[in-house]
């Protein structure tokens, strides 16, 4: 297709009032005045034509790539024909998981061929596929464009983001002192047996044996570790209220992450971890893998929670979870409280967890909500939406403090630091054993 550029418009609009001029002044010859646009469609039309006759390209997208992060297209463009361009513009119909920088982007051609980086945002998960694109180019006048639709296949894998792991993973091991978990053997710490020591200053009273200590006249105590092999179940709720976006991303991608950050660390300390979401009804139950091998294999499972539109049925997810449980497990749920109603089902629910097993729940901080309490109002809309936040927020606290007093255990942060948080919980409940 063929088509003029801007600057074939514009030099077409400033023969207009010569045209005028020629028409009044000579009306007898008006058709002098004609001359200057016919002259410049002809040479658009002619531009046209002798630019690059024929266009190619080629689009390469990485394998996978984390949702969020940035990655790069490679598109590869060769142009054809005896007048050939200096500079192509490719423009990329995006899959609706991925968002492009720029809308068109500029090839710099040398012979006719040449390369340049798309860059585009990953804001879901899933299988992206980009089908088709636009090339055009200029002729050597650079009056015309003459632009081509290209099949341009290419996808990629889009994963949940694993850069919590890869930069805060190591971090939290040294910032919380795993080291010593790691280990399993810290002295006066712990429920498993160990050995027998010899009592010495700076240890626990409890930790003393008295009957091994009155056999051997001598102060001999037990010496401990941090149990191993615990269970922790994560519970992703995967309903329509996780779909809401925050800073970005969708409520659920910002739980994901998190829940793989504290399953690396659990898996690093030797706990045994599995994965159930859940939305109307439960979508994937794995069973417990241990070992940091497994990771993988985590991740993947992890991929294939889908977007939900349908409504989160906590009791039906719960009880059919707590039926899976034959052991005593760390259920962390990760969900989104919306509404007093449907609160009410999930403290309901969550009783059937908390009579047997050790329940964390996770939140994400609202803070659109606390941004609009704590703006100053200019009119009065203002002033009304802020009181409708503010009892937003008083009831979201209230549902917390309800499941506090039921002994859950309650990790509520912002976005970027729910799964640093969720970490130093679990840290902490393990060192205490409560897991």
């Not at 899933?126 to 632009?147: F, I, K, S, Y």
């Amino acid at each position: 297709m063929i088509y003029p550029t801007r600057l074939a418009v514009l030099a077409t609009a400033a023969g207009a009032p010569v045209a005028l001029l020629v028409a009044v002044a000579m009306p007898d010859r008006w058709p002098l005045g004609l001359a200057w646009p016919l002259c410049l469609v002809a040479l658009t039309l002619a531009d046209g034509l002798v630019g690059g006759r024929r266009g190619r390209l080629t689009l390469t997208l990485p394998a996978t790539v984390g949702v969020g992060e940035e990655l790069i297209a490679t598109a590869r463009v060769e142009v054809d024909g005896s007048q050939l361009p200096r500079s192509a513009e490719v423009a990329v119909a995006t899959d609706p998981l991925l968002t492009p920088d720029n809308d068109v982007t500029t090839v710099a051609l040398k012979d006719g061929r040449g390369a340049a980086a798309i860059v585009l945002h990953a804001t879901r998960r899933g299988h992206a596929r980009v089908e088709t694109a636009w090339l055009r180019w200029r002729g050597p006048l650079r009056l015309a464009w003459r632009q081509t639709i290209v099949a341009a296949p290419a996808e990629t894998l889009i994963l949940p983001d694993m850069r919590p792991v890869r930069d805060k993973g190591a971090q939290l091991v040294e910032r919380h002192a795993i080291e010593g978990l790691l280990s399993q053997a810290k002295r006066g710490d712990g429920t498993e047996f160990e050995a027998l020591v010899e009592f010495q200053a700076g240890m626990e009273r409890r930790t003393i044996d008295w009957k091994q200590s009155a056999r051997h006249r001598k102060l001999y105590a037990r010496d401990v570790r941090v149990e191993r092999n615990n269970q922790i179940v994560f519970a992703v709720d995967a309903g329509r209220q996780m779909a809401d976006p925050v800073a970005g991303l969708p409520r659920i991608d910002r739980a994901v992450s998190a829940m793989l950050l504290a399953a690396w660390v659990a898996l690093k300390l030797g706990d045994r971890v599995a994965l159930h979401a859940f939305d109307s009804q439960p979508r994937i139950a794995s069973g417990a893998i241990g070992g940091t091998g497994a990771f993988a294999h985590l991740r993947r499972l992890a991929a294939r929670i889908d977007y939900s539109e349908d409504e989160t049925n906590y009791t039906f997810a719960l009880t059919t979870l707590a039926a899976r449980l034959h052991r005593r497990s760390t259920v962390v749920l990760f969900t989104e409280i919306v509404d007093l109603t449907s609160a009410d089902f999930m403290i309901r629910a969550a009783q059937l967890i908390v009579a047997r097993h050790l329940l964390i729940v996770v939140v994400l901080q609202d803070e659109e909500l606390e941004s609009i309490v704590a703006a100053e109002p200019a009119e009065a809309d203002d002033v009304a939406r802020a009181v409708t936040a503010a009892e937003l927020l008083r009831a979201r606290q209230t549902v917390l403090l309800r499941l506090q007093r039921m002994g859950v255990q309650v990790v509520e942060a912002e976005h970027d630091r729910v799964g640093e948080r969720l970490v130093q919980r679990y840290v902490e409940l393990k060192r205490r054993n409560m897991l």
